[in-house]
């Protein structure tokens, strides 16, 4: 399974993706990728992804990035 940390601009980690799935810390479901968008549970669009960048939806803020793909083996 592919995991990727989440972490804010201030470079915490403060969720992780498995697969598509969207996970708190704490490994609470909070939202899925979904093409160049995370959604919540309810599939209603929350932020925009471009490249390994997370942004707000209207302005383009920064919200924070993916970090790199953890080994296959971890």
Same mark, same amino acid.
Request: proline share 3%; charged share 20%.
């Given at each position: 399974m592919n995991y990727r940390g989440l972490y804010d601009r201030k470079?915490?980690?403060?969720?992780?993706?498995?697969?598509?799935?969207l996970f708190t810390l704490e490994g609470e479901v909070t939202g899925r990728l979904e093409g160049k968008y995370i959604v919540?549970?309810? /599939?209603?669009? +929350?932020?925009? +992804?471009?490249?390994? /960048? +997370?942004?707000? &939806?209207n %302005? &383009? %803020?920064?919200? /924070?990035?993916? /970090?790199e793909a953890a080994p296959e083996d971890y």
């Open positions: 470079g915490e980690l403060f969720a992780y993706l498995e697969g598509n799935t919540d549970t309810a /599939g209603n669009p +929350v932020w925009r +992804v471009y490249d390994s /960048g +997370v942004y707000s &939806l %302005e &383009l %803020e920064a919200i /924070g990035y993916f /970090g």
